[in-house]
């Protein structure tokens, strides 16, 4: 680790640049945990070459209104959650791993948005995935 790994963070998220590492922050920490990882690596066998950028563009829309991304983040959750439950505890450590690395990284106005605004997309696909799967039997024991 470098000594700037032990600074707290002294700037804002203002550019595409800053997007990409926090998503980059963001991916080692999922990658490196033992549920998420398991769940991104194993299961969903993520092709990282192409979901990072995906990432890149998503988040560039959401905080600074960039043109590019395309997709559907809740239909591809949604789909995942099928082959394997996904838990509460799972959007949990998701979200905590999410606000470690923008900490990590950034404080200011545009990040704690950044973090608003993931709590909030954890909430709604933890709220679709949770109905989905007490609509088709498949909640996950405990929950």
Known sequence: MSTSDHRPAERDLTSRNDIIALVDAFYARVRADSRLGFIFDDVAQVDWSAHLPKMYAFWDAILFGAPGFTGNPLGVHRTLAMQTPVTPDDFGRW?????????????????????????????????????????????????
Request: charged residues 20%; aromatic residues 4%; negative net charge.
């Open 95 to 143: 979200l905590a791993l999410f606000h470690e690395s923008v900490d990590e990284l950034f404080v200011g106005p545009t990040a704690e948005d950044a973090k608003q605004r993931a709590a909030r997309i954890a909430s709604v696909m933890q709220h679709h995935i949770l109905m989905d799967q007490m609509m088709t039997g498949t909640m996950p024991a405990g929950h």
